[in-house]
């Protein structure tokens, strides 16, 4: 008791154990004194080969202990929760008790975390200006609209509560630690870490998570990775609160589709669940089984782009070798092309590299098709015209995704009559200019020549006419 860096000094080198009762009977319950010293016999009952680890009574299962003798009592949770409940948290310790018979209500002290995590989904702006956004999730929410290889963030977001009662739970921990479990579908790819924060329950200006503080353990970073906080409580007094008032964890990464991605479907699923101490028993702070809080998912759509070449009308014939690249702006300007590259399966992706994109051109089937597209709309025009044909009209893509939650509480996306990711290029037949040398050349020649007669005629019979 001596060396506690808390209580050491309120008692002597040698003292008695009247002398340690007239030192404990002057502190309160939950005050920083009887916390101290509950951890400090918590951690010698569970720690010491010497102690006696067999409690005195067992019970409280309703809830309270009929204590029938006066004393000073730690009170301990000890019973494992019910098979397959995973969130769960041990009470604090009680200390205490200065009555004969004395009937104890347990009051929980319990701190159970939750965690939240979300997707940024970037504004979806047509050519025409702010008022036409073909993508309605703008922000930070469970689900988002992305390109292949376009790079956005998650944030995964945990919130620790205030104490209850006396408002001093967290203290009755040597330290409280937090562990991110965040899983990716084989479809994204994590790129980095960006920050970790940390505010009060209050909500003041977060302040930065040092690195010393928090491992990340990128096991494999293309399925899933965990980012643990070995000690909130520090993290807290270094950002200049107090844990017990409530924290906000924010951890945020980028990642990227990768061409593994599903298009047009919900199977772009990820989620993150959260570890947490939840026995302030020294040693043992994970608790007697693992213990997570619910899973939080989110979901990250892509599209895809068919496209199919054909000669006269829409069931004409296949067209092979028609060039195409597509814009983001009806001008169709070089500074507003959206940059491709052809994927080992034929079709094309976003390049988001400093290298020129590809053109892409129809194959033996007329299709060239552009795999995973952000909601939006862009602008498809012919670069390369086949032989013998006219180069068709720019095609406007619309691709319009509508977010909402079903009534299972899980994101769903919904895609406009008017979006276009099916479509069929035309190109008429044109006619054929004369070749040099040819009859169509010397009839030319034949005009001109009669044209410049005629001319000279004319002039002659009005000279002639003004001389009379």
């Known amino acids: 008791l001596t060396e506690d860096s808390t209580i050491g000094g309120e008692f002597k080198t040698n003292f008695t154990p009247q002398e340690a009762v007239a030192a404990i009977s002057k502190w309160h319950d939950s ?182 503080n928090y491992t990340l353990t990128p096991n494999d970073p293309q399925s899933f990775f965990k980012l643990s906080i070995d000690n909130v409580k520090t993290c807290a007094v270094a950002a200049g609160f107090n844990l017990n008032d409530g924290a906000t964890i924010t951890v945020t990464y980028t990642a990227h589709l990768n061409d593994k991605a599903a298009v047009n479907s919900s199977d772009n699923k990820n989620s993150v669940r959260l570890q947490y101490s939840n026995n302030p028993r020294p040693g043992e702070h994970w608790g007697y089984t693992p213990n997570y809080t619910p899973e939080s998912e989110v979901y990250v759509y892509t599209y895809q782009l068919n496209n199919t070449k054909r000669a006269e009308n829409e069931n004409g014939a296949l067209l092979k070798g028609a060039g195409f690249r597509l814009y983001s702006a009806d001008t169709c300007n070089a500074t507003e092309e959206i940059k491709l590259k052809k994927n080992t399966d034929g079709t094309y992706s976003r390049y988001f590299g400093t290298e020129d994109g590809e053109e892409m051109f129809s194959d033996d089937k007329g299709q060239f098709n552009v795999k995973g597209l952000d909601a939006g709309t862009y602008y498809l025009k012919e670069t390369t015209t086949p032989k013998g044909y006219t180069t068709a009209a720019v095609k406007t893509i619309k691709i319009d995704a509508t977010h909402s939650i079903n009534e299972s509480g899980n994101p769903q996306v919904t895609l406009s009559s008017d979006s276009t990711l ?24 034949v005009a001109g020549i009669a044209v410049f007669v005629l001319a000279g005629a004319t002039l002659v019979m009005a000279l002639r006419r003004r001389n009379a």
């Open 422 to 445: 099916d479509n069929k290029i035309v190109d008429k037949k044109g006619s054929t200019l004369p070749s040099t040398g040819g009859m169509g050349t010397v009839l030319l020649y």
């Open 31 to 212: 005050d920083d004194n009887s916390i101290a010293f509950a951890r400090f016999v918590c951690k010698y009952i569970y720690t010491d080969a010497n102690a006696n680890k067999e409690p005195v009574i067992q019970g409280g299962h309703t809830g309270a202990f009929e204590l029938p003798m006066a004393g000073y009592y730690l009170i301990v949770d000890t019973s494992p929760f019910s098979e397959g409940d995973s969130y769960h948290a041990y009470n604090s310790f009680l200390l205490k008790v200065n009555q004969a018979h004395y009937h104890v209500q347990i009051k929980h002290k319990v701190v159970k975390p939750t965690v939240k995590k979300e997707v940024f989904d970037n504004d979806d702006k047509s050519s025409y200006g702010d008022n036409n956004s073909w993508g309605d999730n703008d922000g930070w929410g469970s689900s988002a609209d992305h390109a292949i290889n376009e790079p956005f963030q998650f944030r995964l977001i945990a919130k620790l509560p205030a104490s209850k009662d006396n408002g001093r739970a967290y203290d009755y921990y040597d330290k409280y630690t937090v562990c991110f479990n965040d899983t990716l579908s084989e479809g994204i790819t994590f790129d980095r870490l960006d920050k970790v924060e940390i505010t009060s329950g209050a909500g003041d200006t977060p302040k930065v998570i040092n690195a010393a």
